[in-house]
């Protein structure tokens, strides 16, 4: 079969989007398939266009056997709503010549368009038309409402148009895809059908995510005693995830001593989220690490930490949840107690109130006080990963419901 798939981020990326698009691209030509991507050069989580790719034009390489060609994008310094728009359209605009191209000439079986961004959509939704292509949109978060829920788009009319518009273009496609529960019923309420929908979580590799007995490269390396307890946050540092209130907790407990918090990331917050541990004795912080240190970096932890700001409940699931679920430690995750991540980490870990700095380090702290129950809820950790999350079973399925999928809307 013949693959388009049309992400504004892939491989190398090493986080989000990114990091799944290109995982799955390699996937499908590991099994015989003929794939190719239309991207942007890395950025993220940096916000910058990483060194040997080209800023303001186009690129091709070739990654595990699939044909990536970059297109280029407006990647901004700030980040209000008027900058988001901007930075996704810029990659709408360069890269329908190319997807329109490469439809027409190479035709696709299957084109997949990864949303973020919503803006993406009409584009991949002519390309598929024009190559006679099978069309899959597959949905990493709602970003539309996530940038209302922040703040970052605004306006009661302004909301109920762009959705409507976006709803319009989803029911387009021929097949639909979202990485949860809660995300898929949200998909159906806006008019897919249930025979034209399924659920395709996100995964991990549970070989090259395993626990770990002995102390890791990290804390020999950041100066932490064996017997100190580390709560880890490790992924992207951005707006969604609601940051503040892990430096806040560390605030709260800096007079537990046997307890570090270790913030590991990139991103829009990072600076902030240093400024407010400027005067912390227990906070350290970790750059972005490469993909061959992620399972020693994951086993660093005792405990792994994960806030979430409630407007953004179910409208996006946390990519690195399979990798902490993989790695055998129990996990501190800020959620209501009806929402999809609650209900992924049922038996797993602590769920505390979103945006609840004192109830984040009261579960820090009684956690740290019980190794007996951070192995138990560790222990459940990897039998969900193993059950849930794997890699090879996810994408075996996925393949399977595709064959089965309705062709046409």
Not at 140 to 152: C, I
Not at 314 to 329: H, T
Not at 370 to 383: I, M, N, V
Request: proline share 6%; glycine share 8%.
């Amino acid at each position: 079969m013949k693959i388009m798939i049309f992400s504004m981020n892939y491989a190398p990326e090493l986080t989000g989007t990114g990091k799944f698009a290109g995982e799955m691209g390699s996937w499908f030509a590991a099994r015989g398939h003929e794939v190719r991507a239309v991207t942007t050069p890395p950025y993220y989580p940096e916000w910058r266009i990483r060194s040997g790719y080209r800023k303001w034009w186009y690129s091709a390489e070739k990654i595990n056997g699939v044909r990536v060609t970059r297109c280029p994008a407006w990647v901004p310094r700030h980040h209000s709503g008027l900058c988001r728009v901007l930075h996704f359209a810029s990659f709408a605009a360069s890269a329908l010549p190319v997807l329109s191209w490469q439809s027409l000439t190479w035709r696709p079986d299957l084109l997949c368009v990864i949303k973020p961004p919503a803006l993406a959509l009409p584009g991949g939704l002519f390309a598929a038309a024009l190559g006679g292509a099978r069309s899959w949109i597959h949905i990493q978060d709602f970003d539309l409402e996530v940038g209302f829920e922040l703040g970052l788009m605004k306006g009661v009319r302004l909301r109920r148009f762009v959705l409507a518009v976006e709803n319009w273009f989803l029911r387009r496609f021929a097949c639909a895809t979202t990485i949860s529960a809660r995300m898929l019923e949200k998909l159906r309420s806006k008019g897919v059908s249930a025979s034209r929908s399924a659920l395709f979580p996100n995964w991990v590799d549970t070989d090259a995510i395993r626990p770990l007995t002995q102390p890791t490269e990290f804390r020999a390396a950041l100066g932490i005693p064996p017997e100190t307890v580390v709560a880890l946050y490790s992924g992207n540092m951005g707006a969604k995830q609601g940051l503040e209130s892990l430096t806040a907790a560390a605030h709260a407990l800096k007079d537990e001593r046997d307890i570090m918090f270790v913030l590991c990331g990139e991103g829009v917050a990072r600076s902030q989220l240093e400024a407010a541990a400027s005067d912390a004795a227990n906070i350290r912080f970790l750059r972005l690490q490469p993909l061959e240190k992620l399972n020693a970096l994951l086993n660093m932890a005792d405990i792994h930490l994960l806030p979430q700001r409630a407007s953004a409940a179910d409208l996006v699931m946390p990519s690195k949840l399979g990798g902490i679920l993989a790695s055998g430690r129990p996990i501190v995750a800020a959620a209501h107690p009806d929402t999809g991540l609650a209900h992924a980490l049922r038996g797993a870990g602590v769920i505390v109130p979103p945006e609840d700095a004192a109830a984040m380090a009261d579960a820090v702290r009684a956690l740290a006080r019980a190794p007996e129950w951070r192995a138990a809820l560790g222990r459940a950790a990897r039998t969900r990963a193993l059950a849930e999350w794997d890699r090879d079973l996810i994408l075996e399925g996925l393949l399977r419901w595709l064959d089965g999928a309705p062709l046409n809307r």
